[in-house]
């Protein structure tokens, strides 16, 4: 039977990139986490790791390299072999990097291959521990006006998303919070009375929640999120402090479009696996897919977005 033109030429495609796919599919992959073990990013990844391996049969390792505000592991992943052995699972922590670090070990657009933003989730929660004294988001306000500087935040470093929205949410709800950065998460700390307060997306403490050692004051999304009806908005009080919370896959620079697409095609049927979607949703987020053209350039033009809004807070990493 003879094949039309577009058929051959298709078929010559796929068999021209079908070695540097098998390569991708068949050697063990590495998922570098720049966050330390036990953080919701590192948790996901886990989760993710065995739907993956469920779903394609691949050997896939989880390798937290936590510091730095992220560029640790990330410097790693950027200077790896592009063979698609290796990829960086952060969040959107890394365009904000982008701005605020000004001695950057990496560019943060040409020294990676976007793959995709994988989740997203419904922005970022204001967050106590369950025995907290501050039952609503009013109790937390009043005390904070009331005693400038000694309620504490914390966060997963400086210059990370999770510092950003809380100097935006003091900056907008005219308030003075005092800053904590943690090498990893503040969490444990929140939970024990160490720290007043911490901002994160919901998604990433979701259990905590659910079993009550964690509470939520407010949300930073347009509106109240399906898994914390009772949650009000930043805006429902007047405040605007939304980053937008998701977490995406990249590769080494400069990596062979076969194996991207490779990449991002295990990467969709493992994220399609019933028990990575059940945690996701589970977890407040949703899975999102977008392709890696997409996402390379959504990232690019997230970067000049924050290049305009981020030196205002003054907030600086060296």
Known sequence: ????????????????????SAFAQDTALRIVVPFGAGSGTDNTARVFAEAMRQATGRTVMVDDKPGGGTTIGSLEVSRAKPDGSTVLYTTGGHTTNAVLIRKLPYDPVEGFTAITMMTRSQG???????????KTIEEYLAAARAEPGKITYGSSGIGNTTHVVGELFCRSAKVQLTHVPYKSTPIADAMAGTIDSFFVSPSLVMPHLQAGKLRALGISSARRAPQ??????????????????????WGPPKMPPAIVESLY??????????SFETYTHNNGGEIVGMPPAEFGAYVAS?????????????????
């Open 1 to 20: 039977m003879l094949l039309g033109r577009r058929t051959a030429l298709k078929l010559a495609a796929v068999g021209a990139a079908s070695p540097l």
């Open 124 to 134: 970022f929660a204001l967050i106590v521990a369950g025995n907290s004294r501050f």
């Open 228 to 249: 914390l009806p009772d949650t009000p908005t930043f805006g429902e009080h007047g405040i605007e402090a939304d980053i937008p919370a998701w977490s995406g896959f």
């Open 265 to 274: 095609q295990s990467i969709m049927k493992a994220a399609r696996e019933k």
């Open 302 to 318: 997230e970067i000049e977005r924050y290049r305009k809004v981020l030196p205002p807070l003054g907030i600086q990493v060296d």
